[in-house]
């Protein structure tokens, strides 16, 4: 931290320097990416300009989870998705992306059957290249923390939440939403 002195900058004895972030590099938009789950139900999201456009899917609040099944935080929130995806399932349609992960399409089976987990989660090569670029639109630094929950209605974004959110949050995210 530096403090104006004499229109001199100097440090402030005692405080810590925080190292600046890097953000990812600026997205080339408009761009498509093919999700694909672990039944190979294939779906496309078309990021644009100024709005995303999710292909097969009906309802007008898009949540889409980037997450690895080796964080905890991750698959301490998964379940409660599920339980949202169940209750809330005219209004809203949860997409979850595996990045940071070896697992195949079996192993993942087993993790969503453990944590009963009942979205769709895509599990395709090009789930780290649609995080970062979602990431990059949002000007997150490349060290993000996962969970991030991207809130979508009708194609617009709404909001972002790093890390684990709070279940009462996006309920009632949902309900103004609604």
Do not use: W
């Amino acid at each position: 931290m530096f403090a104006a002195s004499n229109n001199n900058l100097e440090p402030i004895r005692g405080t810590i320097i925080v190292e600046k972030r890097v953000p990812l590099p600026s997205p080339k938009l408009p761009a498509s990416f093919i999700i694909k789950d672990v039944d190979n139900r294939k779906s496309k999201i078309d990021i644009l300009k100024d709005k995303i456009l999710f292909h097969k899917i009906r309802q007008h609040i898009v949540i889409l989870v980037i997450f690895s099944d080796k964080s905890p935080p991750c698959r301490g929130m998964l379940p409660y998705l599920s339980d949202l995806q169940k209750k809330e399932k005219k209004n809203i349609f949860i997409i979850g992306i595996l990045i940071n992960s070896s697992i195949n399409n079996k192993e993942l089976k087993r993790f969503m059957r453990k944590l009963h987990l009942n979205f769709f989660i895509s599990n395709y090569p090009t789930n780290s290249k649609l995080a970062n670029t979602l990431a990059a639109i949002l000007k997150l630094p490349r060290d993000y923390k996962i969970p991030l929950t991207i809130i979508y209605k009708d194609g617009k974004y709404i909001l972002h939440l790093l890390g684990a959110a709070p279940p009462e949050m996006i309920q009632n995210i949902i309900d103004q939403l609604k």
